[in-house]
């Protein structure tokens, strides 16, 4: 699931994680106990069966979310060692491709951008270093011989106008850590700079230029050309401005710069995997039920971190938040208080650096629970009337990017599909990881928005089940602050106006992060909720007729709003 905020959290936590190091023995974040009762690190994998059960899930995720698959970033190596393992997967159960050319895939456009050496930019003749002055983060404009103007400060609300902008690189003053990227898209004032450049301190520059320089896949450009966004440091902010920001009033004029920064492209093509299991009613057989999971996650962290010092300094951050999603950040000071004791980990255990993405939860969770589904549907003995459509999607992660090709461009006719079912986080949801959590727990968003139909059918499957599930709606309040409705790939489908419910079970304090590995799922009740999807969809894909379509629809086009 795509972060919602553009911000440096999770730097920020990687670097108080290095941080705790070095605290004392007498530290506040005790260590966990020992895991004598959690599955390993590693796992032999087994042969599954047409079942759905919790050894079947875990032998699928230890195998998508190994540090093998190296976080799994779409249009990576990771990304394309993961869809192969599905694809593989397909093939013996014996699911019908669906995607281009008779295959399993469909080819999602995407590039490798990497800041070209020949970048280069002055300040009335005076250079300003690539990487220790100034770093690109994206846009597409020149800076030559733009004029800077002070925009005002990080965070705050944007006080220039779109005149004052306009052609101007717009200097924007820091906050006290990490930075805070203002919109620059239509309907912002900075809409038509050339630039803005974000004023950070020295160490998130460091950090930001360690990324940077390795190449980044990123989506087709969009039409027209954008803003470029720098980070510059205190040094190069006097020099753009000719005096410090501090104190500075917005609408200053600043200097001119010189030269530009600019990123060389190359083809980088992800790709949607895309099977369907046929149904045997030849009249329901055309339409399908619309099962989704996204098979990306973000990659290789540009430095490795101490695994269990962080997963014991986030803990601490989760259970000071309250373990809910929604509730508001801490404060740098409440961070910086947190302290890991190091040398109680150290005696249960060696160090172990870490530095991928393994996203076992996030999706690989909803991934392998598609393919325990697709098996139990091709091999068990129960088979649907209507057609059930898999798609694992790609480049979730980067703005739900493979379901919105795959929705614009689909491989079956869009209005043959009734509903779609989205998995995307089930393998958690303790009570130490989600307020109201426990046994059994799952959220549900989006299931009565088009379709009350569609919502009473999981009321109604769910109270004819042994392993009865307990729904949570939280997060599916209308303005909910985590916006989960519009965060992950069901929203592409709803917005076509196909019924869509999606299973979730919360935010975590391992979201996003390295410590986020199958050894942390929670089985008993990631299998418990992936019957119950299997149950679900069997239901709706019995169904005489199409869910209704009760609820206001949206223009495909329009943002989205919970």
Known sequence: MPLLRHCSRLALLARLALAALLAPATACAQPAPARTAEPPLKLAPRPTTAAITDADLMTRLYIFADDSMLGREAGAEGSVRGTAYIARQLALIGARPAGDSGTYFQTVPFLRRIVSPRSAVSVDGTPLALWTDVVPTGGSRSLDGAEVVFGGVQGEPLAITAAQAAGKVVLLGGLASGYALPAVGPGSPLHDAAGVALVVSDETLAR???????????????PGP??????????????????????????????RLTGTLFYEMEPAPARNVVAVIPGTDPALRGSYVALGAHSDHVGVASAAVDHDSLKAFNREVWRLRGAYAGLPELSPEQRAAIRVNVDSLRRLRRARRDSVYNGADDDGSGSMALLEIAEALAKGPKRPKRSVLFVWHTGE???LLGSLYFTDNPTVPRDSIVAQINIDMIGRGQAQDTQGGGPGYVGVVGARRLSTELGALLDSVNRGRREALSFDYRLDADGHPENIYCRSDHYEYARFGIPVAFFFTGLHGDYHQVTDEPQYIDYANYGRITRFIYDLTLRVADLGHRPAVDGPRMEPGMPCRQ
Do not use: Y
Request: charged content about 25%; aromatic content about 0%; hydrophobic content about 40%.
């Open 397 to 399: 992660e980067k703005g």
């Open 226 to 255: 954008a803003p470029l966004v720098v980070q510059v440091s205190a040094r190069a902010a006097r020099l753009m401005l000719g005096r410090s920001p501090d104190g500075a009033v917005v609408g200053t004029a600043g200097r």
């Open 208 to 222: 930001t230029a360690g990324a940077q320089r390795r190449p980044r896949v990123v989506p087709p450009r969009k």
